[in-house]
């Protein structure tokens, strides 16, 4: 039960310190302005750290022409955290659309309406 736990503690230790480079990455490093419209909402990461999906939003620009620019820049982002973050091996990373925060933009429009 406590291995568990503390596997479970280092999956959510990894997961936030993932977010937060690649977010600073976003800010920093990355030299297409349509990328810097983008806000990593959260991270997830399998069990084995093999894979993560980093769930993304955005601000100004269309998804679907975001998504091609993620896909090509996915090999950038994974040199970048292999270089700052200590793991054997650094996840594939796997974009997701978060439509979430939209949703709940939403959901506040059509309440205020009321």
Same mark, same amino acid.
């Given at each position: 039960?406590?291995?568990?736990?503390?596997?479970?503690?280092?999956? +959510?230790?990894?997961?936030?310190?993932?977010?937060? +480079?690649?977010?600073?990455?976003?800010?920093?490093?990355?030299?297409?302005?349509?990328?810097?419209?983008?806000?990593?909402?959260?991270?997830?990461?399998?069990?084995?750290?093999?894979?993560?999906?980093?769930?993304?939003?955005?601000?100004?620009?269309?998804?679907?022409?975001? +998504?091609?620019?993620?896909?090509?820049?996915?090999?950038?982002?994974?040199?970048?955290?292999?270089?700052?973050?200590?793991?054997?091996?650094?996840?594939?990373?796997?974009?997701?659309?978060?439509?979430?925060?939209?949703?709940?933009?939403?959901?506040?429009?059509?309440?205020?309406?009321?």
């Amino acid at each position: 039960m406590l291995e568990q736990e503390q596997a479970s503690y280092r999956v +959510e230790r990894i997961n936030e310190l993932i977010r937060r +480079e690649l977010t600073l990455l976003l800010r920093t490093s990355i030299k297409d302005p349509r990328l810097r419209d983008m806000i990593i909402t959260d991270v997830l990461i399998s069990r084995d750290l093999s894979s993560a999906k980093v769930f993304y939003t955005v601000i100004k620009e269309d998804k679907k022409m975001i +998504e091609p620019l993620l896909d090509k820049a996915s090999g950038f982002f994974r040199i970048h955290l292999s270089k700052t973050i200590d793991l054997r091996h650094t996840p594939v990373l796997r974009f997701i659309f978060d439509s979430a925060p939209n949703t709940g933009a939403r959901i506040e429009q059509l309440l205020s309406k009321l």
